[in-house]
């Protein structure tokens, strides 16, 4: 039989088990979450838009020097190996060291623009930056008026696998940023067929295209100048 002193005991425990539930539930509930899509709503914002746009500019014409480098290097060397029959040892020695030397600068200047911590880099930095500052500033005066605990991101790089429309502040916060949800901002080119606004990210999209192809074309016009005819030349003395 059991002592009522047990039972007591069970009873309390039950109790304190039950608080102990509906404490967290309230405290659960009363955290508040939500989240937003940056790029839907850097779409909206016209700083982005020029600062992409000029990112943009840098990295193509940055790729164009590059190739223009390599271009020249690619015509002292079919010249010199249309006129090397013709050429004494010194001044093949010479030539050769030229065209060595235009092509080391090639890769000089696609190091110093595209590279980890290059000049692209650290202009994104530049230019990108203060736009998600003023996301931040915004962002943080939202949460504090309502309360929110946190508040997500739920852009192309988040591995948000699934999220509610109703927690989603993202046409809130471009009104605190003064736009008009919707009224997104279309790039240089003219807009896509099938872009419907909130969710395509078709702005960065072409931006991180341009900037991501400029990069990628200068590293294969490098790998193709050193990997294939760029590498051709022989120095003197050797056998070919």
């Not at 996301?135 to 999220?163: P, R």
């Not at 702005?203 to 100048?225: H, P």
């Amino acid at each position: 039989m059991t002592s009522p002193s047990t039972s007591l005991k069970r009873l309390a425990t039950r109790v304190l088990v039950a608080v102990a539930f509906v404490g967290v539930t309230l405290t659960t509930q009363a955290q508040k979450f939500a989240y937003i899509d940056s790029e839907y709503v850097l779409l909206h914002m016209p700083e982005y838009a020029t600062a992409q746009t000029e990112l943009n500019n840098y990295a193509i014409q940055w790729q164009a020097d590059v190739e223009a480098k390599l271009e020249a290097a690619d015509r002292l060397e079919v010249a010199y190996r249309a006129e090397r029959v013709l050429l004494t040892a010194e001044m093949r020695v010479k030539r050769e060291d030229e065209i060595a030397k235009k092509r080391a600068d090639a890769k000089d200047m696609q190091k110093q623009k595209f590279g980890v911590d290059g000049e692209l880099f650290q202009k994104r930095q530049e230019l990108i930056e203060p736009v998600q500052q003023q996301i931040f500033e915004s962002l943080k005066d939202i949460a504090s008026g309502s309360g929110y605990m946190v508040i997500f991101d739920k852009s192309n790089q988040s591995n948000m696998l699934y999220t509610n429309p109703k927690y989603d502040i993202s046409d809130r916060l471009i009104k605190k940023l003064g736009y008009v949800p919707g009224e997104t901002i279309e790039p240089e080119g003219g807009k896509s067929g099938d872009d419907d606004g909130k969710g395509g990210g078709s702005m960065m999209d072409r931006g991180r295209d341009a900037v991501n192809g400029a990069k990628n074309n200068a590293r294969d016009r490098m790998n193709s100048a050193t990997g294939g005819r760029g590498n051709t030349v022989t120095r003197s003395g050797s056998k070919n």
